[in-house]
């Protein structure tokens, strides 16, 4: 025991709570939070639903979208206008895919972090770990408005023109779709197919957002987390050099709770590194390769100053900027921490 106090048991879960409370939020509504405690009957069924329901969402935008691309887009511009939505669809459903598919590695991860959480006796070790724990709230608290704020807005202002077409005489009026779609598979021009296409697609987008906005805070947390424990390390090892003149048996039980410490840190690194390579390739490579059609867009609306579309551009911009900075911003203080 030391002098600073002893921490009691049910805060270390209050604690654990408040780092994950934005990433549980923003994965629950998609049934990719992966359960830590036993699930319920009601989960065991419910779960497998929203997932089957998300899944059913992005295949029945992607695959008309695509369809569209290949054989109904009559020159490049016209293509290259859907590319975008389809791309961002797509390397939403891969972050899904990557979530489901390591909800097991994921719920590991955070088991560690609660085990974490709970041999942290010291109130100033929970001073450090609450610090660096507010810093990956914060980061997922702009994760998801940056990221859902950011399409939801760019999908709004492609839809909320209405367009003029004329049908056999007909002067009908249409919401043009956030994801175009080939008409031969569902004709999107009638209503009530528009309407309900078009809010397929604001649902879609809501899944998609919070995939990617998932994933990302995830990581951000998880590297918070392995600094604030790396500085608790660097911190203990201070203190035994410190004492060193004092050679006895408990300074050699100290040096072994440090190096086991040491291995809990870096099983921890190792599985965000395997949990989160294939996301942050993704995210990177995605991301570039929609700056650049962003960068188009931009350029073939200014002649005419679409003042709504060419906001919604810079704002989806920032988004995919700060998603490429997220990445290589924790990567980078994960490895300094390490380095010292």
């Not at 990221?147 to 999908?155: D, N, V, W």
């Not at 805070?217 to 918070?224: C, E, K, Y």
């Not at 294939?278 to 490579?285: F, G, H, K, P, R």
């Not at 995605?286 to 700056?291: E, K, L």
Request: some cysteine; hydrophobic content about 45%.
């Amino acid at each position: 025991m030391t002098d600073k106090g002893v921490l009691r048991s049910i805060e270390f879960r209050n604690d654990h709570d408040y780092s994950l409370q934005l990433n549980r939020w923003y994965l629950k509504p998609i049934g990719a939070w992966p359960e830590i405690n036993e699930s319920s009957v009601v989960e065991n069924i419910f779960v497998p639903v929203q997932i089957l329901i998300c899944w059913t969402m992005a295949i029945f935008i992607g695959g008309p979208c695509l369809l569209y691309i290949l054989f109904e887009a009559e020159n490049i511009p016209a293509k290259l206008n859907a590319i975008g939505p389809l791309f961002h669809r797509a390397m939403g459903s891969v972050n899904y895919l990557t979530l489901l598919k390591r909800r097991r590695d994921l719920r590991d991860c955070i088991k560690h972090m609660e085990k974490d959480w709970q041999l942290i006796q010291r109130i100033d070790n929970r001073e450090i770990m609450i610090q660096y724990a507010k810093f990956g709230r914060l980061i997922s608290g702009i994760c998801g408005v940056i990221m859902q704020g950011s399409t939801m807005l760019f999908s709004i202002t492609r839809a909320m023109k209405t367009v003029t077409i004329v049908i056999d005489n007909q002067t009908m009026t249409m919401y043009p779709m956030t994801c175009p779609s080939y008409q031969k598979f569902i004709d999107t021009r009638f209503s009530p197919m528009n309407e309900i296409v078009l809010s397929v697609q604001f649902l879609s987008i809501f899944v998609i957002g919070a995939s990617t906005a998932g994933i990302c805070s995830l990581a951000a947390v998880f590297a918070t987390h392995a600094c604030g424990q790396l500085n608790i390390l660097y911190k203990r090892l201070y203190e035994l050099d410190k004492n060193n003149e004092k050679k006895n048996n408990s300074a050699e039980q100290k040096m072994a709770v440090i190096v086991e410490h040491h291995l809990r840190i870096l099983s921890l690194i190792s599985r965000m590194e395997s949990i989160m390579h294939n996301a942050c390739l993704v995210e990177i490579i995605g991301s570039t390769i929609s700056i650049c059609l962003l960068g188009y867009y931009s350029i073939m609306h200014w002649a005419n100053f679409d003042g709504a579309k060419i906001t919604s551009y810079v704002i989806v911009y920032v988004s995919l900027s700060f998603n490429l900075f997220i990445f290589c911003y924790i990567g980078e203080i994960l490895t300094e921490q390490c380095k010292n």
